[in-house]
């Protein structure tokens, strides 16, 4: 599922890229969101299943945990290369959003994709 959003994510940054003049280093953040993402979404999946958390946290919940990580992730590697894009007060305010969209995102459409593959 964030495959396709990350795909649509790049098709607009080439299509806009020379309409909009944007900083350089650009690519880079594109590259984190790319290959760390939906591989992270994977692994908490199969955390999730293969722990059998869901005994004592609901999948709702579990997924509400994942933005901070993606955040500090990305917090990292901006000060990693030295170019910080966004800031903590950037990522604080994506925070409040953030997390109750994972929420819904894990509660709705990942239980439904588990089901569907029988991992439920």
Same mark, same amino acid.
């Given at each position: ?6 795909? =649509? ?5 080439? /299509?806009? %890229? ?5 900083? !350089?280093?650009?690519? @880079? +953040? ?7 993402? *939906? ?14 958390? @869901? %005994?004592?946290? *609901?999948?709702? !919940?579990?997924?509400? +945990?994942?933005? /901070?990580?993606? =955040? ?9 290369? $030295? ?5 903590? @007060? $950037?990522? /604080? +305010?994506? /925070? *409040? #959003?953030? #997390?109750?969209?994972? &929420?819904?995102?894990? @509660? &709705?459409? #990942? %239980?439904? +994709?588990? %089901?569907?593959?029988?991992? $439920?």
């Amino acid at each position: 599922m964030p495959n396709l959003f990350l795909l =649509l994510g790049v098709l607009l940054l080439v /299509l806009l %890229r020379p309409v909009y003049t944007m900083p !350089a280093p650009f690519e @880079k +953040f594109v590259m984190f969101p790319m290959a760390v993402v *939906p591989n992270l979404w994977g692994v908490w999946n199969t955390l999730f299943v293969a722990m059998t958390l @869901k %005994r004592w946290i *609901p999948m709702g !919940a579990w997924g509400a +945990f994942l933005p /901070l990580i993606i =955040l500090a992730g990305g917090l990292g590697l901006a000060y990693a290369l $030295d170019n910080p894009v966004f800031g903590i @007060k $950037d990522a /604080l +305010f994506v /925070l *409040p #959003v953030a #997390v109750p969209a994972y &929420y819904l995102i894990w @509660k &709705y459409a #990942v %239980r439904f +994709f588990n %089901r569907v593959v029988g991992l $439920d």
